[in-house]
């Protein structure tokens, strides 16, 4: 059975930083892309940030770009959001994802993830 368990998630304070984990078993990990996304009350799920099998490339959303990095440990088959200047906004549950396809911008969209994480929350107080 594919797994994906993230961790992480917790309250902070807004300009504050935090590292969210996913580790995955069930599958070949270095064969798939590795994302992150997030839905936040009311709204839509959006795509995050996203890493290709190699971890050589990245993807950031707009609203993220220079507070978030992606990465990924294949020996340990872990994908990593380390998110800096934490804002209000980011508040929303997050959730991991893996893309057989691995193009490193699949969170640009959501329609060719395989697997999905049941989610960490985030919640940012100002």
């Known amino acids: 059975q594919v797994q994906l368990l993230e961790s992480g998630g917790k309250m902070v304070q807004a300009g504050g930083s935090l590292r969210l984990s996913c580790t995955v078993s069930?599958?070949?990990?270095?064969?798939?892309?590795m994302g992150w996304f997030r839905q936040a009350p009311g709204k839509e799920r959006e795509g995050v940030s996203c890493?290709?099998?190699?971890?050589?490339?990245?993807h950031h959303s707009s609203s993220v770009k220079g507070r978030f990095t992606i990465s990924r440990d294949n020996a340990a088959k872990t994908v990593y959001l380390e998110m800096s200047d934490v804002r209000p906004e980011d508040t929303a549950m997050y959730y991991c994802?893996?893309?057989?396809?691995?193009?490193?911008?699949?969170?640009?969209?959501?329609?060719?993830?395989?697997?999905w994480g049941q989610g960490t929350e985030v919640t940012v107080s100002s």
């Open positions: 994802a893996a893309d057989g396809y691995g193009r490193f911008d699949f969170c640009e969209q959501s329609s060719t993830v395989d697997y």
């Open positions: 069930g599958l070949t990990f270095d064969d798939y892309a």
């Open positions: 890493i290709g099998w190699r971890g050589g490339m990245t």
